[in-house]
T-cell receptor
Framework: EPEVTQTPSHQVTQMGQEVILRCVPISNHLYFYWYRQILGQKVEFLVSFYNNEISEKSEIFDDQFSVERPDGSNFTLKIRSTKLEDSAMYFC?????????????FGEGSRLTVL | AQSVTQLGSHVSVSEGALVLLRCNYSSSVPPYLFWYVQYPNQGLQLLLKYTSAATLVKGINGFEAEFKKSETSFHLTKPSAHMSDAAEYFCAVSSYNFNKFYFGSGTKLNVKP
């Protein structure tokens, strides 16, 4: 069964360092998302991406964050200068073309620890 | 803006007992509603979804949920809890174009032997 894959599964970094989290969405999907979950808290929307541009972003997704789809398969989330409060589990998700189901397909997440 | 509220961050039931996890939504238009489950150290998996068809939705692992417009609720139930149901459950609502999903704060289900 097709699945969303994320790498790395766990990354530890120093505050102020740049981090890139990678995702390979399901191959025929066209809408991509990043969500994050700080330990013990709710899953929060960061950004949605369609047709090579951001569709919508939350207030969390400030200038320190960026996304791109560099090669037609990978979908990356970059944090330019990490802060302690960026420590969280980051989930990539995707859906096929706009349909009447809207089920999000999630990856298993990348745990980011900022020291 | 759309949102979901999950009452009870922790629910504990005995094995074999009824599971009831509550979710209320706030939406100005008929929503699309979802329940996701998260097992420890895993991503979120879809349990079931409501997309304006039948109001009683059956999902995987014996779970079901009923959409009640008058109560703006979408509570998740299972007649008989199993130890393997212990996980965190998230209710979610999507915008009409699926551009954004809003998740509740989650309910951790504990199943006692």
């Amino acid at each position: 069964e097709p699945e969303v894959t994320q790498t790395p599964s766990h990354q530890v970094t120093q505050m102020g360092q740049e981090v890139i989290l990678r995702c390979v969405p399901i191959s025929n999907h066209l809408y991509f998302y990043w969500y994050r979950q700080i330990l013990g808290q709710k899953v929060e929307f960061l950004v949605s991406f369609y047709n090579n541009e951001i569709s919508e972003k939350s207030e969390i997704f400030d200038d320190q964050f960026s996304v791109e789809r560099p090669d037609g398969s990978n979908f990356t989330l970059k944090i330019r200068s990490t802060k302690l409060e960026d420590s969280a589990m980051y989930f990539c998700a995707s859906i096929p073309t706009v349909s009447n189901t809207g089920e999000l397909f999630f990856g298993e997440g990348s745990r980011l620890t900022v020291l | 803006a759309q949102s979901v509220t999950q009452l009870g961050s922790h629910v504990s039931v005995s094995e074999g007992a009824l599971v009831l996890l509550r979710c209320n939504y706030s939406s100005s238009v008929p929503p699309y509603l979802f329940w996701y489950v998260q097992y420890p150290n895993q991503g979120l998996q879809l349990l079931l979804k409501y997309t304006s068809a039948a109001t009683l939705v059956k999902g995987i692992n014996g779970f079901e949920a009923e959409f009640k417009k008058s109560e703006t609720s979408f509570h998740l139930t299972k007649p008989s809890a199993h130890m393997s149901d212990a996980a965190e459950y998230f209710c979610a609502v999507s915008s009409y174009n699926f551009n954004k999903f809003y998740f509740g704060s989650g309910t951790k289900l504990n199943v006692k032997p």
